[in-house]
């Protein structure tokens, strides 16, 4: 007999999203995501002055600021005809590559390691290490206290890696992961001034001079990082996707084989040629990869809490709730590219990657990494096979994380030539009377793009679809299930009172709930509360 087991909220996420699955001979047979709060920043836009955008975006999220605020200045630069200068190309990408580091580590390490591994087992640790020594005697010290709440997590399972050796290294690793994403907040806060909610990118370009010192000092956390991402991060998690016992995870959380990147980080000022390459896959054809069109994105309402005229391209596109709709679920729209849903994220931008390298459109850069770390066997079955599970989606990040770190290099030293070059181009400020733009970038989830209209020098429309957006959306008119609902068919459920398995795939995908639903008043700015039935 069929079960519905409902996780709500979805723990060790940013926001707040309920899962709904219904269980039937152990597996999963049905999903619904539903984002369970409303997003008004649209809203709260209209009417202001253009510039405000930037710093009213970057307030969706806490999380995501630097890549709200990025989107939104590419969005101006756009509508206000910018020529980007190239000092201003290459800071914005190294920020946008400090934001990325830290938060794929973030992701890892302190969201979703705890799902694999027992913590508990460090107390049995018996090597004689110093440090995992000191480790073993912190986490004695937290149980006798009966303090390891936040280590422990929601549900458990009888696969965690309870090695006493192994397990020591790897929670060693989580409390080193703060340390790293220090260094790389660091890094981005030498250019931006602070994080959150940062101010050093502007429409036309940025506000701080590369100097040969500040150079130097993101330099020499850079290469910290770089160290650490290769010898520590990257190991873990081909150690983890080795372990027996998670060897279904390889394909097991499959979303469906729609994959779709647009691409990040400016080569060149005209923004044509991109360091991580842009374009589409279907049903998991890795050697198929096809151009991506901005005009095929449309964003479908038919199961969300919007009017129906909510139905519309982004760019069009407009957010007035209708709580109590019938066959709706969830305040999420539904983001389509030419009518099929599509993951966006590491695994995608990885995955177009390699495609185009297969192609040999793309000079040979993920590959020789995934041969390196030993993985060409796994991905040639997985690409014959068609499925790309929970364990890629997290390899795919931490690839994803290497090559970033490692090109961040080559800009510092472009940098470095063009110091005293101009920074901002003067014509950011020159408000059009009348005029459109778009800002489409990577951010660590997946493809951002966000949208302006302005009229009489004033915002007349602005639309986000965020990359949690098109990965937690609910169903669209056809009745086509988002990514997350797709991947979650099939998942083993042995113990509906123990789901670990569901929260083990939706955290694969490192939801942002935050920036995908969030609750503002438009006319005061307070907190409006809905209560769903």
């Known amino acids: 007999m069929a079960q519905i087991v409902t996780i709500d909220p979805v723990t060790r996420i940013e926001g707040h999203l309920r899962i709904d699955v219904e269980i039937e001979n152990g597996v999963v047979k049905d999903a619904w ?35 709200h605020g990025t989107a939104s200045s590419y969005c101006l630069d756009d509508a206000m005809d910018v020529d980007l200068p190239d000092n201003a190309r290459l800071i914005r990408n190294l920020c946008l590559g400090a934001n990325f580091i830290q938060s794929h580590i973030l992701h890892f390490y302190t969201l979703a390691a705890l799902d694999y591994v027992d913590v508990t087992a460090v107390l049995n640790y018996s090597g004689s290490d110093p440090a995992l020594l000191a480790l073993k005697g912190k986490i004695a010290a937290l149980a006798e206290s009966n303090d390891l709440y936040f280590f422990l997590p929601r549900y458990t399972s009888d696969d965690y890696i309870s090695d006493p050796e192994l397990a020591t290294i790897l929670v060693g690793h989580y409390v080193q992961a703060l340390e790293a994403r220090k260094k790389a907040q660091e890094m981005l806060s030498i250019y931006y ?19 040969l010192d500040n150079i130097e000092a993101f330099l020499n956390r850079l290469n910290d990082l770089r160290f650490w991402i290769d010898n520590v991060y990257v190991q873990d998690i081909v150690t983890i996707a080795g372990v027996p016992a998670y060897a279904p995870f390889m394909k097991v959380g499959d979303s469906g084989g729609n994959y779709l990147a647009y691409g990040g980080f400016d080569l060149d000022t005209s923004g044509r040629e991109k360091f991580l390459p842009g374009g589409y896959i279907l049903g998991n054809n890795v050697g198929a990869v096809q151009d ?49 849903h599509m993951e966006v994220g590491p695994m995608a931008r990885m995955l177009v990657m390699a495609g185009r390298e297969l192609a040999g459109d793309y000079p040979k850069t993920l590959l020789p990494l995934i041969d390196q770390v030993g993985l060409t066997d796994a991905v040639n079955t997985l690409v014959s096979e068609g499925a790309f599970g929970i364990l890629p989606r997290h390899a795919m990040r931490a690839f994803e994380c290497k090559l970033i770190a490692d090109k961040m290099v080559d800009w510092l030293a472009e940098l470095q030539k063009g110091v005293g070059e101009p920074i901002w181009d003067p014509k950011g400020k020159d408000i059009p009377g009348d005029s459109r733009g778009m800002g489409l970038v990577e951010g660590p989830r997946g493809a951002l793009g966000h949208w302006i ?68 008043h438009p006319e005061h700015n307070g907190v409006k509360e809905f209560r769903v039935i």
């Not at 369970?36 to 930037?54: S, V």
């Not at 001034?193 to 100097?211: E, L, Y």
């Not at 005229?309 to 305040?331: I, L």
Request: charged residues 25%; proline residues 10%; negative net charge.
């Open 33 to 67: 995501s539903s984002g369970t709060m409303f997003r008004g920043f649209e809203m709260l836009l209209k009417g202001k002055h253009p510039w405000d955008a930037q710093q009213v975006t970057e307030r969706i999220c806490g999380v995501c600021p630097l890549v």
């Open 193 to 211: 001034g602070r994080m959150p909610s940062f101010v050093g990118t502007i429409p036309g370009g940025v506000t701080v001079q590369p100097t």
């Open 292 to 340: 991506f069109d901005e005009s095929k994105i449309f964003e479908y309402v038919e199961h969300s809490w919007y009017t129906d005229d909510c139905s519309q391209p982004p760019a069009d596109g407009k957010t007035d709730p209708e709580v109590g709709k019938k066959d709706a679920y969830s305040f999420i729209k539904s983001p389509r590219y030419d009518d099929d």
């Open 453 to 520: 209209t302005i009229g009489g020098k004033k915002i007349d429309n602005y639309q986000c679809v965020v990359p949690t957006t098109w990965n937690a959306s609910p169903r669209d008119k056809e009745g086509q299930r988002g990514p997350i609902e797709t991947s979650l068919i099939g998942i083993p459920v042995p113990d509906p009172e123990n789901p670990i398995n569901v929260v083990r795939c939706v955290r694969s995908f490192d939801p942002c709930l935050a920036c995908a639903i969030h609750v503002i």
